[in-house]
């Protein structure tokens, strides 16, 4: 919208989005469908406290996602590419916060409004959030600037001017205007970030001296019509709609798309890392013409580099860079246009042991020897694996050997997505072998291109892929208990996502691993760990039903996730579990860490056939879990009056005296205090409800309401050292 002077109008949250324009886009379509009817839902306010706890999240979902989209467009669009991935990450954390809280909601309200909630629940089920491809390549091309941590210096250096200048190109920062926008963009970011949020401000200040370093460069090259000499205009002719990669994509020394053209003096267009391996070697003639040139610069090729990605994103086919694939190591087998023989090329593929002895390159514009190198080299880390395994190894040898077996992960996106597999499998089978062993072997390097192979596994829909990786991550992390990998909680997050996916079982037995670590514990209430898995106790299907009880035993330890647990209202759903023979021992634990949390108490006493499941432990249950169920009781006792009345009721004397008298039992302490805190209160509230003698009078009737009140003052005090007992 424009206004009367032909300003831009705002929009309060998230106007002239920047940077992800598709993704928040997707993002604001659910917020503004949700402000339609969020006023309909607070006039039907839910009063029961899971409502309004619900309520309250609902409407710290929307700030928050108000707050992403006013930063999407606030903020510096180069900041913005490299955040790319974290991006992505809040926006589908959003999502699954979004679709909690309307889930919880759509129970309490009327019906038309609940039936609208329930479509954009739907909706927001099925909701992808699209990266845009220009800001994609730009992010990882300022990432892997960032990561040559290039000394900063008033020289030009062709290392940063050429990743900027693409970046710039694919971000639109083309002209002085929108330059100085950028500059001021992230000068006023810089001035938000805080000082201890170091990393982010080094990153911030760097951008800032690069485009004041080159930003008269970036701007006279890209509106420089002789820098690029083939602009888009120059490739109308090539055909998008054919499977096969047109000619002009290929560079003509690999015939290999090209993944970083480059423009030599002589016009031609070139992959990068072949042009300087042929420059490198003494040569000063162009590949295809044989002239000799005027200069060995290179120019970056934009306008060919976007087309490759638009027709490589359209058949969904990922480019290697070359530099990191095994190559020959000259051109000498290439100089000759007569025919020679392969077997010199063969001799120079390291590691791969072709047998090639009767094939023949004619020439350098004969394409039979780059097939049978492009053929070989995607899958060149499955194939080196497999030989390893293959070889003998001696016992001393193992750690060495699977510590290699290791490395081989930490270069999975270099591969295409076949290769990725393949090695993801072999390293998953080598580890799973009964006779070897990685218990020593550091693996922290292995864990974030392990995650970053599950996430795209499960964009792609691949589910062997999925169970392959989740098993690989499984056997790493069983053999690496007493020294766990670190995990972030954006990978946190990722296991989490599979929790509702086809290899539920790998997921929730890795989960189960990580809940063991406190630091891990809040990351997993953050990521949505908690309603997910409690949707498996809800189900008929009992196979999950005691790996979550083991997660939720563990997890049930952290106070604050123990709360979670509570205002999820799920204390009466465990206590249906103490009927439950084989997941009654955990539910009980469970029940007991939750019991240093008042609501608890509260929640518990108010379930009905909870107190007298609990006498049903006393009598028939292990030693430990009555110890368990002894000690809930007496939690239970010291909470309120009523709750022992309640307790009384049951017949649990008998059991209580029982434990009281067993010497071996640790609950035998704790049922002692029990009964005698019940002969306490049987006692005070026998004396309180003695009826007054008829003919006292009021006096008498106001003297016996203050003797009930120094009982219960007692009762109190005496509850008070009760729980300094327990403790």
């Not at 100089?335 to 590691?351: A, P, R, T």
């Not at 083991?550 to 103490?578: E, M, Q, R």
């Not at 608890?600 to 909870?610: D, F, K, P, Q, V």
Request: glycine share 4%.
């Amino acid at each position: 919208m424009m206004g009367k002077n032909g300003a831009e109008i705002m929009d309060p949250y998230g106007c002239n989005i920047k940077v992800h324009c598709l993704m928040c886009l997707e993002l604001k379509k659910f917020v503004d469908r949700i402000s339609k009817i969020l006023p309909d839902i607070e006039s039907a306010r839910p009063r029961c406290t899971s409502g309004i706890k619900a309520l309250c999240s609902l409407h710290a979902a929307m700030d928050k996602a108000k707050l992403l989209l006013k930063y999407c467009s606030e903020s510096s669009r180069l900041y913005l590419a490299f955040a790319t991935s974290k991006i992505i990450l809040r926006c589908e954390k959003l999502q699954s916060s979004l679709k909690l809280c309307l889930s919880q909601i759509q129970n309490m309200v009327p019906t038309l409004l609940a039936a609208k909630i329930s479509g954009i629940v739907h909706d927001l089920r099925d909701a992808k959030f699209p990266i845009d491809s220009a800001a994609e390549e730009a992010g990882k091309v300022v990432r892997e600037l960032i990561l040559k941590e290039i000394p900063t210096s008033n020289c030009i250096n062709d290392l940063e001017l050429e990743p900027i200048q693409l970046a710039a190109l694919r971000l639109n920062i083309t002209t002085p205007s929108a330059l100085s926008k950028e500059k001021i963009s992230i000068q006023r970011s810089l001035d938000k970030v805080p000082d201890h949020v170091v990393q982010k401000r080094s990153i911030l200040r760097y951008f800032f001296h690069l485009l004041k370093k080159y930003g008269e460069i970036i701007v006279q090259n890209l509106n420089d019509s002789t820098l690029v000499q083939h602009d888009e205009s120059s490739y109308q002719s090539i055909g998008f709609g054919t499977s096969e990669p047109p000619e002009e994509f290929k560079c003509p020394i690999s015939m290999r798309l090209m993944y970083e053209p480059i423009i030599i003096a002589s016009g031609k267009t070139f992959e990068r890392f072949w042009i300087e391996k042929w420059f490198n070697e003494g040569n000063e003639t162009c590949p295809i013409t044989h002239m000799k040139l005027d200069h060995l610069s290179l120019t970056p090729n934009f306008a060919m580099k976007a087309l490759i990605s638009k027709w490589s994103s359209e058949h969904g086919i990922t480019i290697p860079d070359p530099s990191l694939e095994p190559h020959l190591d000259s051109f000498e087998s290439m100089k000759s246009s007569h025919s020679s023989s392969i077997v010199s090329i063969g001799s120079s593929l390291k590691d791969l042991h072709l047998q090639v002895s009767s094939v023949s390159l004619s020439s350098l514009g004969s394409s039979h020897g780059s097939e049978i190198i492009e053929e070989k080299s995607d899958d060149c880390f499955s194939y080196r694996l497999t030989q390893m395994n293959a070889e003998p190894q001696r016992p001393h040898q193992s750690v060495d050997c699977y510590g290699k077996v290791l490395d081989f992960l930490s270069t999975l996106a270099a591969v295409s997505w076949g290769s990725q597999c393949r090695t993801v499998e072999n390293v998953k089978n080598q580890l799973q072998d009964k006779n070897s062993t990685c218990h020593s072997t550091n693996c922290n390097g292995c864990i974030k291109p392990l995650i970053k192979f599950l996430k795209d596994a499960l964009k792609l829909r691949d589910i062997k892929a999925q169970r392959d990786a989740a098993e690989l991550l499984l056997a790493i992390l069983s053999e690496n208990r007493s020294k766990m990998p670190p995990f972030d909680e954006d990978e946190i997050y990722v296991l989490a996502s599979y929790l509702e996916s086809e290899i539920t079982g790998e997921a929730l037995d890795i989960i189960e691993i990580l809940s063991c670590q406190s630091k891990y514990q809040s990351m997993m209430v953050a990521s949505g760990v908690l309603p997910s898995i409690l949707k498996f106790l809800d189900t008929q299907y009992r196979e999950f039903h005691s790996i979550v009880m083991k997660i939720l035993c563990k997890l049930s330890c952290n106070a604050d996730v123990g709360y979670h647990i509570v205002y999820l209202d799920f204390i009466p759903k465990l206590v249906t579990f103490l009927g439950d023979h084989n997941q009654a021992r955990f539910c009980i634990k469970i029940i007991r860490n939750l019991c240093d949390i008042e609501e608890a108490r509260i929640a518990l006493a108010e379930t009905s056939s909870c107190i007298s499941a609990f006498a049903k432990v006393l009598e028939t249950g292990t030693e430990e879990e009555q110890e368990h169920a002894v000690d809930v009781l007496l939690s239970l006792c010291h909470e309120r009056v009523e709750f022992c009345q309640l307790v009384m009721k049951e017949n649990i004397m008998q059991p209580l005296f029982n434990l009281s008298e067993n010497k071996n039992s640790k609950g035998k302490g704790i049922a002692i205090k029990l009964l005698q805190f019940l002969e306490h209160i049987r006692t005070e509230v026998s004396e309180c409800s003695t009826s007054p003698k008829a003919g006292l009078g009021l006096e008498t009737s106001r003297d016996s309401g203050r003797h009930c009140k120094e009982k219960k003052s007692r009762f109190k005090a005496f509850r008070y050292f009760g729980n300094k007992m327990s403790v």
